[in-house]
């Protein structure tokens, strides 16, 4: 069962409301994060906290003063020990931070926050060696260092068609990040992956970058053009919940063979055996 921390108390997720006021409603104001815990124990906090932070700020969403970051890491840690966290403390918190009621010239002066802690769908093995398919559009994110809640035109990019996962914003040609992850192709032995600043920056796409530098992999941070797609040995995306994920098609183009390949494998098994290194003690 989900459960949600709002206005000072724990409920279960199902009985959690919000005010029809909130511009989190009316017109899509709103932030948010979302951590990966691992046996009650979240991933990188701190780096999550601050983008979220930064998200807000970015947003006009005024939180300066009002402890509310740290209130919601609170949150995050207690929610992560409570008896009824999902799956024994194997699961995901979003954090956001909404508009509020009031907006003073542009800026929303008084915003609400909830935690909401989901199990999600375990990721098995054969869907890692299986991998997944996206959705191009020449659609581009907006503001793209904000982790907004509105992700309805990046939806909208994969609506109605069968086996793509999510869009993968390509802009003036240019390959930047997917609707929900950070997205890298390998070419001639090289790892390659949007900067931050077009792109969101991802905790996970962080964390595999240092670990495939400590590997000995060559990592340029670059927007790939689209016709590399065609070229690569094999492409991947990461985030929180997907970690390392193989993808094979891009559109009508198959990646390589159409098969997972063993960089995407080979970091997602780092991945995993260095974990604890990035989990709260
Ligand atoms: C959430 C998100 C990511 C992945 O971030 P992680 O911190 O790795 O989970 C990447 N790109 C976009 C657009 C996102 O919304």
Known sequence: MSICYIDGVWRPTA???????????????????????????????????KRLEGSAVSAGIMIDGKDIIKDMTRIVREGALRDDCPDEGDCIAKVYITGGDSIDHGYFTNPRYFVIFEGGTKILPEEYKKGVALQPTSERRPYPLVKSINYLFGLMQGAGLDDVLECLYCPDGLVMETLRSSFFICRDGKIITAPIGSVLGGVTRSIVLELAREAGFTVEERCPRVEELALADEAFLTSSWKEVMPVVRVGETVIADGGSGPVAAHLQKLYRENIDKWLDK
């Open 15 to 49: 009985q959690c409301t919000l005010p029809v006021t909130d511009l989190v409603i009316q017109r899509g104001v709103g932030v948010f994060d979302s951590l990966r815990i691992y046996r009650r124990k979240a991933l990188a906090i701190t780096a999550h906290m």
